[in-house]
């Protein structure tokens, strides 16, 4: 399986669990999860556009001697916090501080969601009133602004976040999520992209594209992005449509809108 991945890149990469590319020097550190559940489409479509990006970074020449993309996957995201501290760990001392994270998943105003309930720092608890007598019956899937806020990524200069799920960079009610997360010390001086809306995949950055495999909910070896646009609708799926381009903050402002790195469909 490693011999595949030798074909995007003129150098030798390691393949790890599941999926660690390595260069020799040390320089930058690159961190990346897919949310895995047991809905096998949605395990596709963000592990590729997780592999997407992992190509992309290697065919730009961004990832190159020196630097290491780690990729794995996550269920309860309070588990993020102790796997971002072993890569960190294992390999800060080696390959440098850590450049970019990356999370795909469904999300929404308050973050990236789990696929299982949060274990600790959850948005809310079991047995918590979420109002007009509704009980939670489970911890929140998704973590508080306080569990993303103890996660100590180890940033280097010029570093920036990911999050491809719908509504991260959601400003309607004021204060997104990825607004929030880049007022925490642990994300001072950081760039944060998140989607304005509900985000789709497509094969493009700066449009929502689709092909037949794809709506099929097969994603493998496709090119995928995670775009946000409009709803769906009746024609949605089938159509090219626009795509909106992602916000983007630091130290708890807005800095600029752009399309994700990848793709673009050509006029």
Not at 81 to 92: A, R
Not at 112 to 135: C, E, H, M, T, V
Not at 208 to 236: A, H, I
Request: net charge neutral; charged share 25%.
């Amino acid at each position: 399986m490693a011999g595949k991945w030798n074909s995007y890149s003129p150098y030798n990469f390691t393949l790890n669990n599941p999926i660690n590319f390595i260069d020799p020097d040390g320089e930058d550190v690159y961190i990346h999860f897919f949310v895995k559940s047991d809905k096998k489409e949605d395990n596709s479509m963000f592990w590729n556009a997780a592999l997407t990006h992992a190509r992309d970074l290697l065919n730009s020449g961004e990832l190159g001697e020196g630097d290491i993309a780690v990729f794995k996957a996550v269920s309860d995201l309070e588990e993020l916090d102790e796997k971002v501290g072993d890569i960190v760990s294992s390999y800060s001392s080696e390959y440098g501080k850590t450049k970019e994270f990356g999370i795909w998943s469904h999300a929404g105003l308050d973050g990236p969601i789990g696929s299982k309930p949060a274990s600790k720092d959850a948005l809310y608890n079991r047995g918590d009133d979420r109002g007009n007598g509704n009980i939670a019956n489970n911890n929140s899937s998704q973590l508080s602004i306080k569990g993303w806020s103890n996660i100590d990524f180890n940033w280097a200069p010029d570093s920036r976040a990911y999050f491809m799920g719908c509504n991260t960079g959601n400003d309607s009610k004021k204060y997104s999520f990825t607004k929030n997360i880049s007022k925490q010390s642990n994300f001072n001086n950081v760039e944060i992209w998140g989607q304005p809306t509900s985000s789709y995949p497509s094969k493009f950055t700066n449009v929502r594209e689709t092909n037949s495999r794809m709506r099929e909910g097969d994603f493998n070896k496709l090119n995928v992005y995670m775009v946000s646009g409009p709803p769906l609708g009746l024609t949605g799926r089938w159509l090219t449509n626009y795509a909106n381009q992602m916000n983007i903050y630091k130290n708890g402002k807005k800095v600029e809108s752009s399309f994700q790195p990848g793709t673009q469909k050509k006029n």
